[in-house]
T-cell receptor, first 116, second 112 residues
Framework: GAVVSQHPSWVICKSGTSVKIECRSL??????MFWYRQFPKQSLMLMAT?????????EQGVEKDKFLINHASLTLSTLTVTSAHPEDSSFYIC????????????FGQGTRLTVV | AQSVTQLDSQVPVFEEAPVELRCNYS??????LFWYVQYPNQGLQLLLK??????LVKGINGFEAEFNKSQTSFHLRKPSVHISDTAEYFC??????????FGAGTTVTVRA
């Protein structure tokens, strides 16, 4: 399966600043990537679908101006949390959609964001 | 839209005992079903998946699950657990758009 790497694995930032999280597909050309958010002791919630070379598709209730997604190449998608606030503190996880028909997604190790 | 219900939020179990994690889903169309495991501060690792074919699916680390269409269930089982199986387990479903909907998760704690 695909190997997915997220960077950084954890980050602490001040309220009002922006943070960029990278998701790299190391051995697979990822046309589609997904970004999830997970609060403590809760499940993963899909934030957006990132498509290479086009605009991301956001789920209902997710602010597209706050969570900027860029998928400029087949191996890299980035999520930028703009003007971060403490309520944005969460665990962010990306996944790469595997081969069509496999139905399988491969997940990064996640990024723990803490806004102080 | 599809939804997933994991009936047990926490499952304590003794080492070498069997375990079953329950998962029910609701969907008006055919779905694909998955079980993932998450260790602390890590991403998700696929245990097994059901796309079509045999309703009994075998996965990694000795886990298996059975798809029951009439009961809309996809329960996960392991006949003998190890300490290393202590983790969070998520059931997930998707349609052919591959957007995963996750259950709330089940915390499995294995004790010696």
């Amino acid at each position: 399966g695909a190997v997915v790497s997220q960077h950084p694995s954890w980050v602490i930032c001040k309220s009002g600043t922006s943070v960029k999280i990278e998701c790299r597909s190391l051995d697979f050309q990822a046309t589609t990537m997904f970004w999830y958010r997970q609060f403590p002791k809760q499940s993963l919630m899909l934030m957006a679908t990132s498509n290479e070379g086009s605009k991301a598709t956001y789920e209902q209730g997710v602010e597209k101006d706050k969570f900027l997604i860029n998928h400029a190449s087949l191996t890299l998608s980035t999520l930028t949390v703009t003007s971060a606030h403490p309520e944005d503190s969460s665990f962010y996880i990306c996944s790469v959609l595997g081969a069509r028909g496999s139905g399988e997604a491969f997940f990064g190790q996640g990024t723990r964001l803490t806004v102080v | 839209a599809q939804s997933v219900t994991q009936l047990d939020s926490q499952v304590p179990v003794f080492e070498e005992a069997p375990v079953e994690l329950r998962c029910n889903y609701s969907s008006s169309v055919s779905v694909y079903l998955f079980w993932y495991v998450q260790y602390p501060n890590q991403g998700l690792q696929l245990l097994l998946k059901y796309l079509s074919g045999s309703t009994l699916v075998k996965g990694i680390n000795g886990f298996e699950a059975e798809f029951n269409k009439s009961q809309t269930s996809f329960h996960l089982r392991k006949p003998s657990v190890h300490i290393s199986d202590t983790a969070e387990y998520f059931c997930a479903v998707t349609r052919n758009d591959y957007k995963l909907s996750f259950g709330a998760g089940t915390t499995v704690t294995v004790r010696a």
